[in-house]
């Protein structure tokens, strides 16, 4: 592998000790990118000819990138040695701008701490009413649509259910329509992501007009927290923001615009993905549903157990952060590889999580890998959906807890029938199903159904179009 040249923040360029990193046929590289691969085949390729540790040029006279999927290598990349390992200008910067998602270096360690406790026990608790109560708006709707035997769009209909979820913890409002209506140039600007120009200002004035209207949103929502202007839920995340902004200097209205986007983009994009994958995955193993169904009565530890189990398989296999990029500030060692400062790597727990040395039989679905003790692999880089180290995501535990919470609500009562499924995958932020899914839902056990949200709506003042 060629010496790449060393990028001005390395801080060592001394040649490091070890062999060096296999690399991948430029002419084969170059001969599949003609052929239509994107770069999940590449790195697939990478993996398969090259093993845990190998290179390939991304376009013809471009230094070498390191793919790393072997799970010594991952976590002496990400948990062992992050401050060898970096993160750089991260793709969705146009949107989110210096959020913790994008920053690096003191301002990220800085922002990292103030966040940090607001998902971990007791932050994590003022959120769990919050997310039950989206959750059960969405049971009223879906109630609705079941009755009317409306068409609807999964996808669609779970990222509602997850902007809802987060915007009441941001703001202790419940989302209203109109507010709603501006936050889909989110997902707008996720999707387009991966196709903007290399150049910043090319990239930023291809999705000016969704940006600002995120930014108006962002605008309204900080100066009402700074108006004092707690939900009936009380206050949120955003007001945490706004307090920190009387004692540091650094949060601006603007830092904590970015960190209320930050929040906006990774607290629902993701979890609406996997929901959406795990519906897809359950109409192809409707025995799944079932076998999760029948482990424990409503409410049961059993239950939830084989609830989380579902959501772990589907991030097994469709993980929210399905690559890593990262940056060799310094040289190093790894796996026994030279690597020298500057290099460019890769880490994919997408590939990791399908590597059949780890998983048997790792494309199929199966929630048992995470349900019975010992099926699980007993490395720890060998799940990371969210990936490890100081850098993981922050969200971890909401994200789940609010995918179970919805999951424990909906799975005994309705059963999507969907009118046609995506045929690709997109892969982009995130790997999501690259097209809609309409589906009609099927009401189970109605009567059942129907006693529980009466019940939900005269103690809430709920309906089926929200609070």
Same mark, same amino acid.
């Given at each position: 592998?060629?010496?790449?040249?060393?990028?001005?923040?390395?801080?060592?360029?001394?040649?490091?000790?070890?062999?060096p990193?296999?690399?991948?046929d430029p002419?084969?590289?170059?001969r599949r990118?003609a052929?239509g691969?994107?770069?999940?085949?590449l790195?697939?390729?990478?993996?398969e000819?090259?093993?845990?540790?190998g290179?390939?040029?991304p376009a013809?006279?471009?230094?070498?990138t390191?793919l790393?999927?072997d799970?010594?290598?991952?976590?002496h990349?990400l948990?062992?040695?992050?401050?060898?390992y970096?993160?750089r200008?991260?793709?969705?910067?146009?949107?989110v701008?210096?959020?913790v998602?994008?920053a690096s270096g003191d301002?990220?360690?800085?922002q990292?701490?103030?966040l940090?406790a607001?998902?971990t026990?007791?932050g994590?608790?003022?959120? %769990?009413? /919050?997310? !039950? &109560?989206?959750a059960? #708006?969405? *049971?009223?709707r879906w109630?609705?649509? @079941?009755? =009317?035997?409306?068409?609807?769009?999964?996808?669609?209909?779970?990222r509602?259910?997850?902007?809802?979820?987060?915007w009441?913890?941001l703001?202790?409002?419940p989302l209203d329509?109109?507010?709603?209506a501006e936050?889909a140039?989110v997902a707008t600007?996720?999707?387009?992501?991966?196709?903007l120009? %290399?150049? /910043?200002? !090319? &990239?930023?004035a291809? #999705?000016a *007009?969704?940006?600002?209207?995120?930014? @108006?949103? =962002?605008?309204?929502a900080?100066?009402a927290?700074r108006?004092?202007?707690?939900?009936?839920?009380?206050?949120?995340?955003l007001?945490?923001?706004?307090?920190a902004?009387?004692?540091?200097p650094?949060?601006t209205d603007r830092l904590i615009r970015?960190?209320?986007v930050?929040l906006?983009?990774?607290?629902?994009?993701?979890? !609406?993905?996997?929901?959406?994958?795990l519906y897809?995955?359950?109409d192809r193993?409707?025995?799944a549903?079932?076998?999760a169904?029948?482990a424990?009565p409503?409410?049961?530890?059993?239950r939830?157990?084989?609830?989380?189990?579902l959501v772990?398989?589907?991030?097994r296999l469709y993980?929210?952060?399905?690559?890593?990029?990262r940056?060799?500030?310094?040289?190093?060692t790894?796996?026994?590889?030279?690597l020298?400062?500057?290099t460019?790597?890769?880490?994919?727990?997408?590939?990791v999580h399908?590597d059949?040395?780890?998983?048997?039989?790792?494309?199929?679905?199966?929630?048992g890998?995470?349900?019975?003790?010992?099926?699980?692999?007993?490395?720890?880089?060998a799940?990371l959906?969210?990936?490890?180290?100081?850098r993981?995501?922050?969200?971890?535990?909401?994200?789940?807890?609010?995918?179970v919470a919805l999951?424990?609500?909906l799975?005994p009562?309705?059963?999507?029938r969907?009118r046609?499924?995506?045929?690709?995958?997109a892969?982009?932020?995130?790997?999501?199903?690259?097209?809609?899914?309409?589906?009609v839902l099927?009401?189970v056990?109605?009567?059942?159904t129907e006693?529980?949200?009466?019940?939900?709506?005269?103690?809430?003042?709920?309906?089926?179009?929200?609070?």
């Amino acid at each position: 592998m060629a010496l790449p040249a060393p990028h001005p923040g390395a801080r060592d360029t001394s040649a490091p000790a070890g062999r060096p990193v296999p690399e991948l046929d430029p002419e084969l590289v170059a001969r599949r990118q003609a052929e239509g691969a994107g770069l999940v085949d590449l790195l697939a390729l990478v993996r398969e000819r090259l093993g845990g540790v190998g290179a390939f040029r991304p376009a013809p006279g471009a230094a070498p990138t390191v793919l790393v999927t072997d799970p010594d290598a991952v976590r002496h990349v990400l948990a062992r040695h992050p401050d060898r390992y970096v993160k750089r200008s991260h793709r969705a910067r146009v949107l989110v701008g210096d959020g913790v998602l994008s920053a690096s270096g003191d301002a990220w360690q800085r922002q990292r701490r103030l966040l940090q406790a607001q998902f971990t026990g007791r932050g994590m608790r003022r959120y %769990e009413e /919050r997310i !039950a &109560a989206a959750a059960r #708006v969405t *049971a009223v709707r879906w109630e609705a649509y @079941a009755r =009317a035997g409306d068409v609807v769009d999964l996808g669609e209909e779970t990222r509602r259910f997850a902007l809802d979820t987060i915007w009441r913890s941001l703001t202790g409002h419940p989302l209203d329509p109109a507010t709603e209506a501006e936050l889909a140039a989110v997902a707008t600007v996720v999707a387009a992501l991966p196709s903007l120009p %290399e150049d /910043r200002f !090319a &990239a930023q004035a291809a #999705v000016a *007009a969704d940006v600002a209207r995120v930014d @108006a949103v =962002a605008e309204r929502a900080v100066r009402a927290a700074r108006d004092g202007g707690a939900g009936p839920d009380g206050p949120g995340l955003l007001h945490v923001l706004v307090e920190a902004s009387e004692s540091r200097p650094e949060y601006t209205d603007r830092l904590i615009r970015d960190e209320l986007v930050t929040l906006l983009v990774a607290g629902h994009e993701t979890t !609406a993905t996997t929901l959406t994958w795990l519906y897809l995955l359950l109409d192809r193993h409707p025995e799944a549903r079932d076998q999760a169904l029948a482990a424990g009565p409503d409410g049961s530890p059993e239950r939830r157990q084989a609830v989380q189990a579902l959501v772990h398989e589907t991030l097994r296999l469709y993980p929210s952060a399905w690559i890593l990029p990262r940056h060799a500030a310094e040289a190093d060692t790894l796996a026994g590889h030279a690597l020298p400062a500057g290099t460019d790597l890769v880490v994919s727990p997408y590939l990791v999580h399908r590597d059949p040395g780890l998983w048997p039989d790792p494309e199929r679905f199966d929630p048992g890998r995470f349900a019975t003790p010992g099926r699980r692999p007993a490395h720890p880089a060998a799940y990371l959906p969210f990936g490890m180290g100081p850098r993981a995501c922050l969200g971890l535990q909401f994200a789940l807890r609010e995918s179970v919470a919805l999951l424990e609500l909906l799975l005994p009562r309705f059963v999507p029938r969907f009118r046609s499924v995506p045929e690709r995958t997109a892969y982009g932020l995130t790997v999501r199903p690259d097209g809609p899914t309409p589906a009609v839902l099927t009401g189970v056990g109605q009567r059942s159904t129907e006693e529980k949200l009466s019940t939900w709506i005269q103690v809430t003042g709920l309906d089926a179009c929200g609070p």
